[in-house]
């Protein structure tokens, strides 16, 4: 089993609409929790992190965190097209230390 | 917040040659990480470079390889040596503490 499973998609949605991404992970060590968005042929960009369980809002996004559950989630609310990327979920269980990626789901936001 | 150039950005390399690529911090920061990227997978560690010691690398990946040098706190370099298709991939750099930045990237085609 890998550390940390998230689903590739495609994932497609209409402007406006809410979407959910999910990352499931194995490790109970892990502490730290970070989302991030990758255009085609870009590197990852900071999105949202968050440090052990509950919830952070940032505008549009907000990121959950349920260790009980070994699951996180990221919310878009009114997405865009300009959203349509690749979201990749990271871990790790101390700061500083390299990060632990899920996969990536593919994000396709149609006008 | 601190910002990494990556170069080259991309490049086409003969089978069984190395290419360097370089990574520019513009503050001095302990740990740098450098990342491979495959097709439709996630970003997976090779290795991590402390400022004055040898890199650590992870399983599957060799100093051989893929040698990494850290003169100092702002730069490191990773070489790909002896290219074979196989290394064809994105390749990241990345530092920080909470919440990490990445490098743009650097696509490697071997042919």
């Known amino acids: 089993q890998k550390e940390v499973e998230q689903d590739p998609g495609p994932l497609s949605v209409p402007e406006g609409a809410i979407v959910s991404l999910n990352c499931t992970y194995s490790n109970s060590a892990f502490q730290y929790f970070m989302w991030y968005r990758q255009y085609s042929r870009k590197g990852p960009e900071l999105l949202m992190y968050t440090y052990s369980s509950g919830n952070k809002e940032d505008g549009r996004f907000t990121a959950q965190v349920d260790k009980s559950s070994k699951y996180i989630s990221l919310f878009i609310r009114d997405s865009q097209p300009s959203d349509s990327a690749t979201y990749l979920c990271?871990?790790?269980?101390?700061?500083?230390?390299?990060?632990?990626f899920g996969k990536g789901t593919s994000l396709l936001v149609t006008p | 917040s601190a910002v990494i150039s990556q170069k080259p950005s991309r490049d086409i390399c003969q089978r069984g040659t190395s290419l360097t690529i370089q990574c520019q911090v513009d503050s001095q920061v302990t740990m740098m990480f450098w990342y491979r990227q495959q097709p439709g997978q996630s970003l997976t560690l090779i290795a991590t470079a402390n400022q004055g010691s040898e890199a650590t690398y992870e399983s599957g990946f060799v100093i051989d390889k893929f040698p990494i040098s850290r003169p100092n706190l702002t730069f490191s370099t990773l070489t790909v040596s002896n290219m074979s298709p196989e290394d064809s991939s994105i390749y990241l750099c990345s530092f920080g503490q909470v919440g990490y930045t990445f490098g743009s990237g650097t696509r490697l085609t071997v042919v």
């Open positions: 990271a871990l790790n269980s101390n700061s500083g230390y390299a990060l632990n």
